[in-house]
């Protein structure tokens, strides 16, 4: 492993407070279990808008200061992001810190052609910052099999699931999150949640309901916006999963994203075992979202997924079915607890029904191990589009590579090229390729 001054230097920086608080003779699993890592994300991605502006779909984003739209979205970053995990101190109550520093640094953009969330855009030009970045800390403290963390998140739970490899750099939380394990096959995750810093943002802001399906949500009467009335300052959520063997596991979460909505999910997964290198996954998962005063939030989204593994390959199919009077609610930059969720869309509009194929392939079958990819199309119909118009329609294919190289000089180097194509009476027609080089350095 690789000790680096630099690493040292971020190392004691962020740990020092911690270890002048506590007697020298209880910090030396804090320092020897400590590991740190340095993560390289080269990223581009281009967006080409296939559709005209005269068309029925969405108008697409308008440029600062002009009275045009964006034919495409193109833009090229580096990304590091530097992570570190202390263990713990000697002692009942165990006290740790964690650290994750980021910085994404441009390489080509254009005010025509940005806003692909890669970089940070100025909002007064529409042009990308020439660098961006963020540096967060986490205080744990772990009591038997339970542990506390305060401080910077990255939470991935059926009611928050964190951005993490979308864009340049990851979605990151500040709040304060409890798990515990105290009894077996239960863990239990309670927290909360008040500010969020977005993929592409140096800034720690308040949190945001998505643009639900189209703006038919409501607050304050008036239709959704991305601005205050969309607003809330606490994300509070409860989630109870309980193995009852290797096989079956189920999981009931509620949350709460103040004055906004209230969010019920269910979800259940079992595996069963074929034999031969042979199983079947069911997937699961019901949600029940309401409004908390100040929205008219209200959907329950069902969506269930069977995957088909065999051999090196894997074959899957789902369906996704939204009903009430809006589509389904989530944190505004963040993974929703759908099958359906793919690169682009989430399928999740006001009355839409969605269906999935999917398949996977591992080339270590062929003796290529690292190399591995999946392509899958989703096709979503019924969403209602309001004043009169006809059902919107949409579907999305998607075709994912990625190589990883297993050993030798360029052992944790990564390839992946990420190719989509969307179209839509409702949304925005566009092609998309992303291309992700990565390379994680153990620094130790």
């Known amino acids: ?29 804090f320092i020897n279990d400590s590991k740190a890592s340095l993560e390289l994300r080269n990223f581009y991605m281009n967006r080409d808008f296939r559709d005209s502006t005269t068309s029925t779909n969405t108008k697409p984003p308008k440029l600062v200061g002009k009275d045009e739209y964006r034919s ?55 042009k990308a910052e020439d660098n961006y970045g963020d540096l967060g800390v986490t205080a744990k403290a772990k009591v038997s099999k339970s542990l506390l963390k305060v401080g910077t998140l990255m939470p ?18 500040q709040g304060g999150i409890l798990t515990t394990q105290e009894i077996d096959g239960l863990t239990v995750d309670l927290g909360r949640l008040n500010r969020v810093n977005q993929r592409n943002s140096s800034d720690n802001e308040v949190l945001r309901i998505n643009n639900v399906a189209n703006g038919e949500v409501k607050v304050k009467g008036n239709k959704f916006k991305a601005g205050k ?16 063997s290797s096989d079956l596991s189920t999981t009931y979460s509620f949350s ?36 908390d005063g100040k929205s008219n939030v209200d959907n329950k989204a069902f969506s269930g997924m069977l995957t088909y593994a065999f051999g090196y390959s894997k074959l899957g199919a789902s369906y996704q079915k939204m009903t009430g009077a809006t589509g389904f609610a989530y944190i505004a930059g963040t993974d929703p607890f759908l099958v359906n969720y793919s690169q682009i869309r989430d399928f999740a509009a ?13 080339f270590a079958g062929m003796g290529i191990p690292g190399l591995s990819l999946f392509t899958r199309y989703v096709s979503g119909s019924g969403v209602d589009r309001g004043d009169n118009k006809s059902s919107g329609n949409e579907w999305e294919r ?47």
């Open 1 to 29: 492993m690789i000790f680096s001054p630099l690493a040292r230097a971020i190392t004691l920086a962020t740990a020092g407070g911690l270890l002048l608080a506590v007697p020298s003779a209880a910090i030396a699993d």
């Open 72 to 126: 495409k979205s193109e833009e090229w970053a580096q990304g590091f992001i530097l992570r570190f995990e202390s263990g713990y101190t000697e002692g009942t109550v165990g006290l740790g810190l964690d650290a994750i520093g980021s910085v994404g640094i441009k390489l080509d953009s254009g005010r025509g052609r940005s806003d692909t969330q890669l970089l940070q855009v100025r909002k007064s030009t529409g």
């Open 156 to 173: 991935r739970l059926p009611v928050v699931g964190t951005n993490l490899e979308g864009r340049l750099l990851p979605q990151t939380f």
């Open 229 to 244: 009335a969309g607003e809330s300052t606490a994300f509070d959520f409860a989630s109870f999963n309980y193995k009852w």
């Open 256 to 291: 709460n994203l103040d004055d906004l909505y209230k969010q019920h999910v269910l979800n259940g997964i079992h595996m069963w075992n074929l034999g031969d290198k042979r199983s079947l996954k069911t997937d699961l998962r019901f949600s029940r979202s309401t409004n």
């Open 350 to 362: 006001k009355d839409e029904k969605s269906w999935q194929l999917r398949y996977d392939y591992n």
């Open 398 to 444: 998607d075709f994912d590579v990625t190589y990883a190289f297993q050993e030798g000089p360029l052992k944790n180097f990564s390839v992946r090229w990420r190719n989509s194509a969307v179209r839509s009476n409702f949304f925005r027609d566009l092609d998309e390729n992303r291309l992700i080089v990565g390379y994680s350095l153990p620094l130790w």
